[in-house]
């Protein structure tokens, strides 16, 4: 019972971070749209456009980050790992994957780090605490130390 609560509160949490990747990018395009116009037909284009299409790419790039992880979509080089038999490829994935999640806990960490140092920073064009702007960390970290734990778990239940 408590494991399909966890799942479930778990697809939720992934549902709400697949619309908020799309909102960003959503708000990235007419933001880079509206710049674009104002900057070529009003010769003036708004201080805080560029801004907040950065920031918006940094959110929507670290959010997306955990689909990567549970879809082993990132960049890896794997000319070797063709070359290995199945049983020293799963060590190879555990052992990668372990790696991952000791990075990402401490990422995390400096993350949380990070927030409370930017509660006293305010960006140069908008004017918003920074701590809102670095709280992406924190969760995106989070949400990847999840996703790669699942993954481990994963690869540590397949047969041998």
Known sequence: MAQTIGFKLLSIVR???EIAIIALFTVIICTVFLQVVARYVFNSPPAWSEELARYCQVWMV????SI???KGSHLAVDYLTHHLNERMKRWLGISSHMLIILYLGAVLYYGFVLVKVGQFQYSPAMEIRMAFMYLVFPIAYSM???EAVLV???LMKEPA
């Open 62 to 65: 670290l959010l997306t980050s």
């Open 68 to 70: 990567c992880i549970r």
């Open 144 to 146: 990847m130390l999840i």
């Open 15 to 17: 549902k709400l971070n």
């Open 152 to 154: 481990t778990v994963g």
